[in-house]
């Protein structure tokens, strides 16, 4: 028993220092976010402010607040979009085989995997010609296209648990393929739909390549302005931590409220999900 | 063929109308159409969407057939255009970029071979770093979050109180991009000395743990580099904890149980069954993990502001193309961290196609 209590004592010890670990840049945020103005200074980084102070957080919101829109305009259409595209795909890969239908869905899925930098300049000349360079529109297709791969996957993934004989049965009912799909598939639906919504979002929120290099200046989603925001030597620190706690907050929100639906998508980019 | 197809006028006339809307939609947006609506033009999205309309009627048709596979095909037709294009096509077109001398703003498809590929490999001084730091990154990033995500795995395992909040706890830098995090961890390693010491060096300092003070990502080179890995674990051990924690749920209980019946003690019982079955799950964290620090790109953006000893591929590329206008060589840099992503991925791909097959 008392062997139980010491290595009990020592995995929490173990724990703890993984906890603060983890925590720190998250602390240090929320910390710096809320001093005081006099408050901040490099040698009393880590001291706690003596009272709560939110001018951090209207500095940094004034500096992003267009960028914060930007995010939302971009990542609202694109999640739901790409989720929807997902859905058909994935339905039409695991319950209407036919006989590439495995190799199709290996060819896409590789489309998961590729470093944006191999595909940037042809995307950028060909969005460009169609006009769709600079603005979010643009961005928005570009992500609804890159994120077919994960989309389908989670979708495939999902529908492949659902038993075929559920649809055999619909199907002697009378049921035509979308049929099937209308009365079956998309009412059991809303939880892998919930998945790829959270993890569409985040994906799109906190992405960057596309981001800094598909959007002009006024179009700048918020990963590109905090960027920008970084590299400016006239931004006080204290005000760049509030704007990182800023631009992380949405998804942070997502995370603590939904983080049920987000680890399903987590583990569903691992492939076998 | 057409013994099993059979006409009928519902769809038929669906079929048309569709088939009418989407062309008068790309009438109407190939000449004068919405050219500006504030300030975004919607000219292509309005092609595109009435393109997508006038295709509808396709799988529309595609339902008067009496084999659905069909109407399959034509409904997946739109995504496998897609990915067709936007990955393979633009893939062939970066290759051909890279054997081109196109050097500037207008495109120049001189034919030059293998020569970028080999200038880089020859005389860039900066792509060796950019190689030294992948290797760095790659090998401590991947060891770092398999270590630490095994080892928070198995502690989790030990059914303690809590689990779910520390689970959460290590999972949460997931949810946050790579620039904030990149920013803060760049003010928690800031290299300062003396009265601005500041971050993890101040916590140090006051400490008296005066010899961990480090120059952390701006140490010489190649320690820097060694540095960046520590916000790249940061934030993705806890994934890789998470893929581990899948791997030994999946374990079942009565197999460790036999074994403690047979006298094996709680170390034997993971050095001997528990590990082992758990090669599977590491083989995909390992290839996950290192495609992830191939394509490192953002992270590095905000943790080194441009400092050359941090440079990556990724980032290369990204100079290179778009401040140097140096197209043939960023496509060159963009294809080969294309080839070294796809050597890891595409026997994964094709071994995980093989065995749903089986199935």
Redesign the interface.
Known sequence: MTRKIVS?TF??L??LL??A??????Y??VLTSVKPFNEVD??T??SLPTALHFENFVAAYKQLAPNLGNSFIMVIPESILSAL?GS??GY??SK?R?KYS??????????M??????????????MQA???YG????LV?VHI??G??IT?LIFRNYYAGISTEILEAGRIDGA???GLYRHIIFPLSPPSFAVVIIWQF?QA?????FAV?LTNQ?NWPV?VA??NL??SQLVQ?NV??AA?LL??LP??L??LFL?RY??RG??A????G | MFKHFKVRSQPLILAIILFIVGGTGIFFFSGNGITNFKGSNFTSIGLLISALVMYSSIPVIATMFQSETVLSVTLLFPSIVAIAVFVYGFIAWSARVSFSAWKGLMPDFTWVGLKQYYNLFHNDPRFMIDLRNTLIFTVGFIVGCLVIGLGLAILLDQKLKGEALFRGIFLLPMSISFIASGVVWSWLMNPATGSRTTGINLIFKSLGLNSFISLWHTSPQPWGMVFTIIPAVWQLAGYTMALYMGGIRSISDDLREAARVDGANEFEIYRYIILPMLQPVTLSAVIILAHMSLKIFDLIVALGRGDIRLDVPGIYMWTTTFAANNYAQGAAIGILMLVSVAVLVIPYLVQNMRSETEI
């Open positions: 009990h995995y929490y173990i724990l993984a906890t670990f983890f925590l720190l840049p998250i240090l945020m490099l040698n980084m880590w595209l058909l795909n039409l890969l209407w036919f495995n190799l199709i869905f290996s060819l896409i899925l590789f489309g995997f590729i470093p944006y930098q191999s595909i940037l300049i042809p995307l950028v000349k060909f169609i006009h769709l603005d979010l529109p643009g297709f296209i890159y077919i791969p389908t035509s393929l979308l985040t929120w906190n992405e960057f390549l290099i006024s990963t905090l960027n970084a590299g620190w760049l931590m990182c631009a992380a998804t942070l997502v995370y983080g987000f680890l987590l583990m980019g691992s492939l076998k």
